[in-house]
């Protein structure tokens, strides 16, 4: 399966997996380029450069490309007591990935320095002036990303009329994102003239991520009606993650709660240091009744815990069905 994607990275698969913070370590990346497509490394604000160092080691693996992605905000300036942001930069560019995302937040510092090092950039946008303004400043890689998808972004657009619209407006290579679970998925975007797609949640349930059994499980079994898109995790727990990406989770017995009572969360108080601390230990003992398992609408086909090269091997057949076009 050929596509601008493929022969610019020499993959086999047009597919790259999601910068996923706390999933997708250098063991899921590794694992998806080894088996055609391109892994992403996700980089969790607060990350130290040995961490990202030691995933860069199980990531690379000769003749294989792969990618490392970085939440934009935590980029720009270091939080007190927090590793220095530069330096993790410079532990990613010195690893000469094939490509850099760096998605919610200002990237066009970072795109003169890293095009300097060969290194592509790559942003998620998750509404179509997003996609402008990237175009502007000469990434190289815009990815289109609607409201089902997982984790942290906007929730403007679905991906179908987002990438309709990005498709139309830029003439920088797109991909999409956002609810692409299987070969029909990406045969859709394809066909529509995206490149290829990022994916996140198909490999959420995969041996070789980093994230609990316990929230592995519980994306095996929830189904795609069984997502919510909110603050709440993120007020509770004072994350500074900009109002506009929310994140879209499982709903459970904390989403229950407090869905509809964000301006409480903001207010914060007694109830919500209570909530912070149960969030916390929920963390800690992999309770997923309570614990984040951020996931997209894309969780409903992913039925069984299979492997990262049998989750790209499912993508590989949109072949076949492009093929019912020719
Ligand atoms: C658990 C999880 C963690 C994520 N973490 C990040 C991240 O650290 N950086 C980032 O750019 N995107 C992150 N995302 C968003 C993905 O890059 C991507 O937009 C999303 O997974 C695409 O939608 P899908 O989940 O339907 O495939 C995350 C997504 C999930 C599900």
Not at 86 to 102: G, K, Q, T
Not at 126 to 146: K, Q, S
Request: glycine share 12%; proline share 6%; charged share 20%.
């Amino acid at each position: 399966m050929r596509s601008w994607l493929t022969d610019e990275f020499e993959i086999s698969v047009p597919v790259l997996s999601a910068p996923m913070a706390g999933v997708a370590g250098g063991r899921l990346a590794g694992a998806v380029s080894a088996a055609g497509g391109m892994g992403l490394i996700g980089v969790h604000p607060g990350a130290s450069a040995d961490w990202l160092a030691e995933q860069i080691g199980s990531a690379a693996a000769p003749g294989r490309p792969f990618g490392i992605g970085f939440i934009g905000w935590a980029l720009s300036a270091a939080a007190p007591g927090q590793p220095d942001p530069d330096e993790l930069l410079r532990v990613a560019i010195d690893a000469r990935p094939a490509v850099i995302s760096i998605s919610f937040g200002e990237i066009a510092d970072h795109v003169g320095p890293l095009h300097d090092a060969g290194i592509a950039v790559l942003t998620q946008a998750g509404n179509v002036d997003e996609a402008l303004a990237a175009d502007a400043v000469g990434v190289d890689i815009i990815v289109a990303r609607g409201g089902e998808g997982g984790g942290h972004g906007r929730n403007e657009v679905a991906t179908l009329p987002l990438l309709q619209e990005v498709l139309d407006a830029v003439d920088t290579p797109v991909l999409a994102a956002g609810g692409i679970g299987n070969r029909r998925g990406l045969a859709a975007v394809l066909a529509a003239g995206a490149h290829g797609a990022l994916v996140g949640s198909a490999f959420l349930a995969c041996p070789e991520a980093a994230n609990p059994a316990e929230a592995k499980q519980a994306v095996v079994e929830a189904r795609s009606t069984d997502t919510i898109y909110s603050r709440i995790f993120d007020l509770a727990q004072s994350l500074p993650w900009p109002p506009q990406y929310g994140g879209r989770a499982l709903r459970n017995e904390v989403t229950r709660a407090w869905a509809g009572r964000e301006d409480e969360l903001a207010r914060g108080g007694p109830a919500v240091v209570a909530l912070a601390d149960q969030l916390k230990s929920a963390r800690q003992a992999g309770d997923v009744a309570f614990a984040a398992v951020y996931a997209g609408q894309a969780v409903g086909l992913v039925e069984s815990a299979r492997s990262a090269a049998e989750v790209v091997a499912e993508f590989a057949a949109a072949d076949e069905l492009l093929a019912r076009l020719r």
